[in-house]
């Protein structure tokens, strides 16, 4: 979710094999577009492709729908979420049944398979502002629930049955969120405190033994996702990088875009290793070759 207090929003894509790197004189990397600025809305949020390698994410042309992009860029309504409700982040689980977190209706979505249909999944009032999900390899899926008025946000956890647990409250504005590639630790970063964490997941998903991993004294964050060889790239958001670091917290790469508002990113394209990155202030998604297939691309696959 864009991190602005003042535009509580999320949505968004990626997937799907472009051309090569392109590189500065420093040989930085860089992205490319995937699609025109403007297709989205500055809600593009929660990137995510399904088993037929399709990319969706929330907000195509207006606020409250999910978009459907295909390989060549081209991107069409998928659906319309019902009533008021705005999404944020999109997941899939082996299945293929599409998970949209909505913010506004305090509430998780679920579109099986072969359907546009959205039906509840769960909802809780006691939920600020619902915005990015990851799901682990066993189909638990944790949420991010950040609370921008006050600086504040929880992580809560769906189990397969559907029970919905607060697993931790009193924490910062609760953003980009990601499960390791072998489903053993989480991930969850605090936007305006410039912080991610990490935890332990346990046989029934709870969380343990919490330590910071990485903290920055500038820019915040938004969206995150692993690769397979469990690296993390992280969305920074106002700096318009995307920042890949291994599981032990060292710098690999940081990857120059052409907007300055990443929201999120996902893995896409021949074998999973393009990633795709939704752009706030551009309304679009940029591209580049990612350094091994996604965690989430394999999964699904």
Known sequence: MNYSPTKPSK?????????????????????????????FTEGIEGPAVDKEGMLYAVNFKEQG???????????????????????NGIRFDREGNMYIADYVGHAIYQVKKGSNNPEVWVQDSRMSQPNDLAISPNGILYLSDPNW??????????????????LESNMGTTNGIEVSPDGKRLYVNESLQRNIWQYDINEDGSLSNKTKFLSFDDYGMDGMRC????????????????????????????????GKKPSNI????VDGKTCFVTMADRGCFETFPALNSGNYYNLVH
Do not use: H
């Open 11 to 39: 949505i968004l894509i990626g997937f799907f094999m472009l051309g090569s790197l392109a590189t500065s004189s420093a040989q930085t990397p860089t992205s490319s577009d995937f699609m025109p600025e403007s297709s």
């Open 149 to 166: 008025a006050n600086g504040t946000g929880s992580i809560w956890m769906v189990n397969t049955d559907k029970k919905i647990i607060l």
């Open 266 to 269: 996902t893995f896409g394209g």
């Open 65 to 87: 729908t999910i978009g459907k992009v295909n390989k060549e860029g081209k991107g069409e309504i998928f659906l319309r979420l019902p009533g008021k409700s705005v999404g």
């Open 227 to 258: 690769d397979m060889q469990g690296n993390l790239y992280i969305a920074r958001y106002d700096k318009g990088t995307v920042l890949i670091v291994s599981p032990e917290g060292k710098t690999l790469q940081e990857v120059v875009l052409k």
